[in-house]
């Protein structure tokens, strides 16, 4: 339930109204916007009977949400969210990010060298996975806190924020030491524990779209960080697991209007992971950024045929160099 | 089985291959390129042996084809197929093209009305229904044989070349008066009778995606066309079956890189039927056009709300207009 | 929309109603039942006001219908649809029928062996495609006419009916004088124009699922059949299109009891082409029958390892004789 | 990689192959079976030359696994795996068991009250959520640890096992003090952490197959479980997610056969997540048996229209008593 308070409500009338739903035996969040304060109710299972609320001086509408999202949407919070990230600003109306990087960190060589052209080239961010999600047990899982203190050195060298996933909370700490941005992957969007640990941070989270959720769910994933009180969540279209076989995933461009409706978190896509074919990076980088979103991220790899995971998906360093001059491009004919 | 001529392969050389082809009992279909000659052999039931033929003069290699097509493969024919329609003419290397009009023409002053529109706002050709498939027998299927005629009244005023849907091999030349332009909707995609009857004509044949079709099915689809005779299969895009509910199929712009590698067939994209939702329209648009398609199809009706198919999807006159605004800034800054 | 009469309305009463809706420009289709008389509208264009028939004498209930399909459902027919054919009578309440045969028709000495031999077994109808739907043009299209005379030939070496595949509605007729019933691929299962000519014949129809149809439209492809007037109409479950390769397609055992309440049509279940593995069909069609399903569909094939199509998913006559044996008893212990 | 080694295989030669798998800087992992050895290699990023230990003697084959599983594979481990629980075995050639319970635990009398009726209709476990994953944040998450208790006292009173599921790694030590069986959540079957802390504890793990997870997903899930120590995995098919929206999910039953041929663990069927409505739970679950599946876990609610979570799939004690009557004839036809 979301309680929207009249523009002029006091801060009186705000408390009297968490009073009451506190009476209730629920929860009440509020959150001060520019123009008028919202009360998000949370606890409740099913249905409540809001008599004791609507008519409390300063409510002007009691919401029933059936949606598994409230602090994420528009309704709640009409003005975008902006995260900064190093010098970069992620969210509507700003320049779009390009985060580039190795699927995995495999050497400090590799880290390092990709890190410094991607920054010549002008990259804004550095990915790299120090712990790798793998389907099966039996191979190469990630450098894990070697793979950390290497990221961290490639920053010092470059000055480029970083960005790694973190796959189980009580690696949030290690991660939080060494990372600008902390990533969920899409195999874990619906790790609920991991979402609330991250929701207790104060870096932003990038949160990958798992391959078979919905928008509903995405933002309901969203939600678990927002409310425990991290706000600074960045979304991330992966790809949706579909019949089609002959792309790795099916790139689903249609969520950047929509969530940018919907919700006022930023959105970026990662075309990578996505088609899993190098020609397709490219084309589907430049259309995700008509489309709207806030960013990209890209895999790239000084030498793909010998990357330990994801080659055929990553970019060389030249193609990269080739792929920046379009969007440099791009991004100026869209007015940044 | 593609047979693959040198390029000083003489006149000899290919009429032996096509004799010792038709010896083995099969057909065999010669495509003089600029460079070289190639030999599609159909007919055959499985995999052939080709010691008869591998060894022939003149013969640089024998392709043991295991993909449902071959003559709209880029291997059987380099060269971008173009298709000139009115005064555009369609395919790579070429200014994109914009269809536009309403799902189902539905009256003399709906359809004259929306030509006339979209004609002074730049659009290259005209779309409209007059056969329309619907789920059950109960609702609307179109003003049939009234609509094609109403479809060539609106071409008369306005010059603009005619894309409508045909869904029945008998129905073929009664369209073929009509339309500039011949549509296979989605349902059809695999209805190999009415694809052969198309493959007879003369004009243009926009072909959909099948809504559960992989590429492999649908360039699949496109080759029942081609291989009948007509080489001027347009290929369409319109959104996929997924388990996603939030917009109406899911829109796989990847296609658009994916079938240019593959294909040498002009490749566009509607994304009216694929999102379902006016708003997502105008993004998906211009995300297609960066993506390398070779034109759009959108839906504009004079008054949405009373639609009789489709209204949700379709463009209003006046978003129409903003949005070729934006296409044609989008198309002068990619080149065209 | 729907109107329910009274049990007690008259005759006239019923004319009254027919009238009305006429009036109104619509088309009144009346369906007697053993209790009531049901009444379908058939011909609006979106909603009616039912104000001029809603209050008539003898009518109960006006039912809007959003769904596409109503004639097919048991709101309109309450008691089961039983299709004779042959000696076996097909639907809910009557023993399972096994239909078998080979994918498709190649030889007299195939399709003859292969009827003996099912014949021996148990099936109760042959099934044997003489025209074959094929993704792409280049290979084995079924021996066509051909192969009717030799389904015909089977026939009157063993008694048994023969289902066989039409594809196109100009062939319906060719088709109608061989086979018992006509079915539709999954394919063609909204060729609209196929479905209204095959509910203009007498025979019964075995329609089947579209790989990525809904239940509705499932169900609404089966109304263009039934409201032409042909209600002999068999749905064939067969396995729909998802994310999943291990299998050829996902068998969807669920629509056995769903379709059994939204609908008063036989349904059977296709376990050769759901699967496309041999050692997967016995548990499956046992599976199906356990489920409900009023028959199932088997490939069988005397040399599966030359078999021109679908090979890998078809039984060998020993294989299916000790699949009957299992069925038999099941059949037995589900009290037929 | 996979090395088997002949039956006669001594001890010594074994312990070479060993030693000369670690001087590979790879770990090996040696199980021994009835009729040979077989010695699984860990630890290697992608394709490992083999020439150092195909012809050490002893050594039959080597065989080189692409698949992201192995140790749960038929070829590592030709035996069925049997998990005791209670009084049952779970597995191949054993009478199916019955899971029977409330999707969530709620109160003492609401689970109290369903386990002894359950067990008196003959259930063999008892099921109960005590953590609930859900969609947002805002909804019903469990009782947690008073959920746990509450188990524990309806075993008590019953004497039946318990089954519940466990989110999060630092749990997992709590809930194996009070549950029989463990189970992983469909959204956490690739929680590889979770997966890893419960390879490392006794109880058997029931591990609930990935709304998107193809059976190779699936099966190298429980390789983490498996490889870390913890032979007792349970495979549990739950429905996978696709277009089909009559049902929650789509129960992929011809899991079953699949699984049992590439797997030697028990897989059971949960048709109430599956189907999501109640009356299609009974032809499922009994389909489930037919086609092979080890056992069934089913949703039962004392009174499901007051149930906290998912009452629509939710049997009532008085269903639950008629399938279970159904269900003991079946078993009894199936041999049991």
Redesign the interface.
């Known amino acids: 339930m979301l309680i929207v308070m009249h523009r002029k409500a006091s801060r009186k009338h705000i408390d009297a109204v968490t009073l009451a739903v506190k009476k209730m035996g629920l929860t009440a969040k509020s959150i001060p916007g520019s123009q008028r304060t919202a009360i998000?109710?949370?606890?409740?299972?099913?249905y409540i009977d809001d008599s004791n609320i609507r008519y409390l001086p300063g409510v002007k509408e009691v919401i029933h949400?059936t949606?598994?999202?409230?602090m994420v949407s528009r309704d709640f919070h009409p003005r975008e969210t902006l995260i900064k990230v190093g010098d970069s600003e992620i969210g509507k109306g700003k320049k779009p990010v390009v985060i580039a990087g190795p699927c995995a960190v495999e050497s400090e060589d590799q880290i390092v060298k990709t890190a410094v052209a991607v920054k010549r080239m002008g990259a804004d961010l550095l990915r790299g996975g120090a712990f790798k999600?793998?389907?099966?047990?039996?191979?190469?899982q990630g450098l894990k806190k070697e793979g950390l203190i290497l990221l961290a050195l490639a920053k010092k060298e470059t000055g480029l924020p970083v960005v790694t996933e973190v796959?189980?909370?009580?690696n949030v700490e290690l991660v939080d030491q060494y990372a600008d941005v902390l990533q969920v992957g899409a195999?874990?969007m619906?790790?609920?524990?991991?979402l609330?640990e991250l929701g207790r941070i104060k870096k932003p989270v990038l949160l990958k779209r798992g391959?078979?959720a919905?928008?509903?769910?995405f933002l309901?994933a969203a939600?678990?960080i927002y409310?425990?009180g991290n706000h600074k969540v960045i979304l991330c279209e992966r790809g949706?697991?579909?019949?089609?076989?002959?792309?790795r995933y099916?790139?689903?461009?249609?969520?950047?209007?929509?969530v940018n409706?919907l919700s006022h978190l930023p959105l970026i896509v990662d075309p990578s992971h996505?088609?899993g074919?190098r020609?397709?990076v490219p084309?589907?980088a430049?259309?995700?950024?008509?489309?709207?979103a806030h960013g990209i991220m890209v895999e790239v790899h000084p030498e793909p045929d010998k990357a330990?995971s994801d080659g055929p998906q990553s970019l060389t360093i030249e193609e990269f160099g080739k792929l920046m001059e379009e969007i440099k491009?791009?991004i100026s004919?869209l007015g940044f």
Chains 1, 2, 3, 4 share one sequence.
């Open positions: 998000g109710v949370l606890g409740n299972k099913g949400v949606k598994p999202y409230k999600p793998r389907t099966g047990p039996h191979t190469f796959m189980t909370p009580e195999r874990n619906q790790n609920f524990d991991l609330r391959m078979s919905t928008i509903e769910e309901g939600e678990y409310a425990e949706i697991r579909t019949f089609e076989t002959a792309t099916s790139l689903d461009l249609s969520v950047i209007p929509l409706e996505a088609t074919k020609s397709l084309p589907m430049k259309a995700a950024l008509v489309a709207g330990l491009n791009l004919f």
